[in-house]
């Protein structure tokens, strides 16, 4: 969702070649974004020679319609596997210039006329509100400082749009605002987190560019409260809902992260089962991966996690895994420790 597009292109031709054992990877590489976007602020530190390199890799900017048709078509003939839109424009400290509704729209028709699933960044009401009229596949974050009006979410039912609310990122921001690191220190995390990651962040959290950091993050409004009531209010509109991180963030880390989300979920009061169902099927059907996995029926690979315990009952069960079953193979998880 926002990787550079030559680097995450490779990764997934190397997972697919059995070179090494890994996610099935659904590629969206650049964000299409407006110059001074959200999403260029990353490349702000680098050298100017290497902030050119980084941008072309994960950003497109374009600059009329004609030439957000031919980005998207290009990356359609790249590969990718779907599309990704900024609309976000920021709030309190950090605020960014907001992309184009006109050439927001055209990408959209454009992603549509490609058939890739187009996901969208959103910030407040409003971008929520522009997304769902361009008929978005889905609506990332929502709004951690606005209350999405209740008919938004009924037209994202009706016409089948997903909601990731990313409930992780919001509680990662408040937390390392806060100087709390003790999201690096769930078990899970500690198995599975890269150590240079996981020791290397705690250094960043301790330190004066930490702190600047953490003042940055303060001036941003998130509201946990909003967030929480959005994602209750979607189900109970009957909107699909599907579970992601924002993994890549200050302690957000890829893949255990996912069982948090369930756990922020299950605590905000969204029954287990429709938790599970969202991590599961409803995300391969928002990917149009369905066909073969995020189910277990025959046809559909063979890759389960096997716990101790019932998830239904007890939504932390997902955290003790016994057993990974990869494309009908029984993986020792310490072999998948020692590769990365």
Excluded at 29 to 43: C, I, L, R, S, V
Excluded at 299 to 317: C, Q, R, S, T, Y
């Amino acid at each position: 969702m926002g990787d550079g597009l030559d680097a995450i292109l490779k990764a997934r031709s190397t997972v697919n070649s059995g070179e090494v054992l890994g996610a099935d990877l659904q590629t969206c590489g650049p964000m299409f974004t407006a110059p001074g976007g959200h999403g260029t602020e990353y490349a702000k530190n680098l050298p100017p020679p290497l902030q050119d390199a980084f941008q072309k890799q994960t950003t497109r900017l374009p600059a009329s319609s004609e030439e957000a048709k031919q980005q998207v078509d290009a990356l359609k003939e790249r590969g990718v596997d779907c599309i990704k839109a900024i609309l976000e424009s920021g709030a309190g400290g950090r605020v960014f210039n907001r992309f184009d509704t006109a050439l927001f729209d055209t990408v959209a028709q454009e992603a549509h006329a490609d058939s890739l699933p187009l996901a969208v960044h959103t910030g407040d009401a409003r971008d929520v509100n522009d997304a769902v009229q361009a008929r978005a596949d889905s609506i990332e974050h929502g709004s951690f400082r606005q209350k999405i009006p209740d008919a938004l979410f009924e037209q994202m039912a009706k016409q089948g749009t997903f909601y990731d609310p990313t409930l992780s990122a919001g509680e990662a921001f408040k937390d390392f605002a806060a100087g709390d690191d003790s999201l690096l220190k769930r078990s899970l995390v500690q198995q599975v987190g890269p150590s240079d990651l996981l020791s290397g962040t705690e250094q960043v959290l301790n330190s004066s560019e930490g702190e600047a950091i953490r003042k940055a993050i303060a001036e941003y409004p998130i509201d946990m409260t909003i967030a929480i009531d959005n994602l209750k209010r979607a189900h109970e509109h009957g909107v699909l809902l599907v579970t992601g991180s924002d993994a890549g963030n200050f302690l957000v880390i890829h893949g255990p992260t996912v069982q948090n989300e369930l756990e922020l979920w299950v605590r905000a009061g969204i029954p287990p089962a429709v938790a599970l169902q969202a991590a599961t099927s409803n995300a391969a059907r928002l990917l149009r991966a369905d066909n073969h996995i995020g189910s277990i029926r025959p046809g559909n690979d063979a890759d389960m996690l096997v716990v101790d315990g019932n998830p239904l009952e007890d939504i932390f069960a997902t955290e003790r895994i016994s057993l990974v079953v990869f494309k009908g193979e029984r993986i020792e998880r310490t072999t998948l420790f020692d590769q990365h």
